[in-house]
């Protein structure tokens, strides 16, 4: 059964360092996404990604962050200057179309 | 309450027993999703019930939703150990948006 992958599992990293999150998401969906959940807390949006272009984001997507296609298959999360409070899990999904969204295991982004 | 808000925050019940979970949301949906997440894990997808459907079954799950009441509820039947996670339902906005704007959280706990 096709699924959502996400590298790496765990990623370590300094205060102001740049990281950057990959996915590949299942290879005929057409709509990607980006989502974090800070440790005990719910579940946010970030970006959705469609046709090669942001589709939405949400105000927590500020210019620190971006994202990019840079191939057929693989969709990324680039933090530039990493904060302490960047620290939490990274859930990148993808879909068909405007329906379910098919997740990944996640990142977990340590931020010290 | 925000968007997506599920009660209640934490449940325990024994095995064999039935599990009812609620959420309840502000705006107008398209659909609404229900998803699970083991401690630390990815999220996975249960069920997602459109809008214009009243109640929707899956294995020894049923979902129903009233769009009067703005409000959905989750039953899993016959609980096992093995369902002891967090259950998340999502909504999306209703104008055909991307984003899931996500609940808090139901922390189930079936005890053996």
């Known amino acids: 059964e096709p699924e959502v992958t996400q590298t790496p599992s765990h990623q370590v990293t300094q205060m102001g360092q740049e990281v950057i999150l990959r996915c590949v998401p299942i290879s005929n969906h057409l709509y990607f996404y980006w989502y974090r959940q800070i440790l005990g807390q719910k579940v946010e949006f970030l970006v959705s990604?469609?046709?090669?272009?942001?589709?939405?984001k949400s105000e927590i997507f500020d210019d620190q962050f971006s994202v990019e296609r840079p191939d057929g298959s693989n969709f990324t999360l680039k933090i530039r200057s990493t904060k302490l409070e960047d620290s939490a899990m990274y859930f990148c999904a993808s879909s068909w179309d405007l329906g379910e969204q098919f997740f990944g295991p996640g990142t977990r982004l340590t931020v010290l | 309450s925000q968007q997506g808000e599920e009660d209640p925050q934490a449940l325990s019940i024994q095995e064999g027993e039935n599990a009812t979970m609620n959420c309840s949301y502000k705006?107008?949906?398209?659909?609404l999703q229900w998803y699970r997440q083991n401690s630390g894990r990815g999220l996975v997808h249960l069920i997602l019930i459109r809008s214009n459907e009243r109640e929707k079954h899956s294995g020894r799950l049923r979902v129903t939703l009233d769009t009067s009441k703005k409000s959905s509820s989750l039953l899993i039947t016959a609980s096992r150990a093995a369902d002891t996670a967090s259950y998340f339902c999502a909504t999306d906005p209703g104008n055909y948006g991307q984003n899931f704007v996500f609940g808090p959280g139901t922390r189930l706990s079936v005890l053996p």
């Open positions: 990604f469609y046709n090669n272009e942001i589709s939405e």
């Open positions: 705006t107008s949906i398209n659909n």
